[in-house]
């Protein structure tokens, strides 16, 4: 379920239409922990199979904007698969029988430099 104030929070207003359909998408497709598989291409085959003009470079730059605004979280898995990690997940989604998740999720850490360079 979408909250209401969802539709009011400050980060999702700075989110693109679009980028805020494919937020709740992600929040359909994560795991019972709000992790879900760093992929475009499964993103765009999962939230927009049927739009050409969702291209996987606007979906990585959608990607790159929640995580920018701390929407979500990049991590890996144990096996190097490339993650992401709703931020917060717990205070938005209540699931009654949670399912463990098959990905053990480790956040990256952000050098200094990279902050520095890329804001």
Do not use: C
Not at 52 to 69: G, N
Request: glycine share 4%; aromatic share 8%.
């Amino acid at each position: 379920m979408v909250s209401p104030e969802f539709y009011t929070d400050e980060k999702i207003l700075e989110l693109p239409i679009p980028a805020r359909l494919m937020f709740i998408g992600i929040w359909n497709h994560a795991d019972d922990e709000g992790i879900i598989k760093n992929s475009s291409k499964q993103l765009k085959m999962q939230i927009y199979p049927a739009d050409e003009d969702m291209t996987l470079s606007l979906i990585k730059q959608y990607l790159d904007l929640m995580v920018s605004l701390k929407l979500l979280t990049k991590g890996t898995n144990i096996d190097g698969t490339d993650l992401f990690k709703v931020t917060n997940w717990s205070d938005h989604q209540k699931i009654n029988r949670p399912t463990l998740s098959k990905y053990v999720f480790t956040p990256l850490q952000l050098s200094e430099d990279s902050v520095r360079t890329h804001g």
